[in-house]
């Protein structure tokens, strides 16, 4: 498990093709590793990763299989790419952000920016189904960090938009100050967030069934939808 606070920003150093896979090594801000064995998992870019060697004080190498590259970022990292980076957590460690898995479920467009002072904001769409679950002051990991949403729009398809402001710091600890207006980004669904809402849909459709075609309508004539209605109540982060 992992708690979404990025620990640092990691560097392509090296990367190798092999049967069924793709090797990295990434190159590690100093001390990171300390402590690190082989077999531990490590979140590269919200990707939960597995050390499978260590290389000098500050270096480890992972391999990622075709599906996983397939699914995330992680197929477009080169040498000398920066990744967000974060090892797990540990027993009785303050949860800082919220619990992840480091399972990516859908990748998203960066799709723009806006800098007003002291703030970085970025806008980034989600296609569906995976809109449905994202909710303004809800969270969200986006490569790796907990973020709490702003804004967030669904359009009648499922997909949509949502909006994260970053402060100096988060920009300081991670990579979201070099990307660019069409990036890829990896996404992981606030988990509880997702059973809430799936639960309600569910009892929904078993409770409504015929009805559910002209209860849709009434909600769309209002400007609403079911995933609205679904929506999860509002909870202080911490």
Request: with cysteine.
């Amino acid at each position: 498990m992992f708690t979404g606070i990025v620990q640092g920003i990691a560097t392509v150093a090296a990367l190798a093709e092999r049967p069924g896979l793709r090797s990295f090594r990434l190159q590690f801000p100093p001390g990171f590793c300390a402590g690190l064995a082989i077999g531990a998992s490590v979140s590269v870019d919200g990707v939960c990763l597995t050390v499978t060697a260590l290389h000098g004080a500050d270096a480890a190498d992972f391999d990622v299989m075709r599906q996983s590259l397939a699914l995330t970022t992680l197929a477009g990292l080169r040498e000398g790419s920066r990744v967000n980076v974060e090892r797990a957590a540990r027993d009785g460690a303050e949860i800082g952000g919220h619990p992840l898995s480091g399972h990516v479920d859908a990748m998203a467009t960066l799709a723009a920016i806006r800098r007003p002072e002291n703030n970085h904001v970025l806008r980034i769409a989600l296609p569906a189904p995976w809109m449905r679950y994202v909710f303004a002051k809800g969270y969200i990991a986006v490569n790796g960090a907990s973020l709490t949403v702003a804004e967030a729009e669904r359009h009648s398809g499922g997909a949509g938009w949502f909006e994260v402001w970053l402060i100096p710091e988060t920009l300081r600890m991670t990579t979201f100050g070099d990307k660019h207006e069409g990036d890829a980004l990896n996404i992981e669904i606030e988990r509880s967030t997702q059973v809430f809402v799936d639960t309600v849909r569910d009892a929904l459709d078993e409770r409504l069934g015929p009805l559910l075609p002209a209860l849709r309508s009434l909600l769309g004539e209002r400007g609403l939808s079911l995933d609205e209605l679904a929506a999860p109540p509002k909870l202080p982060r911490g």
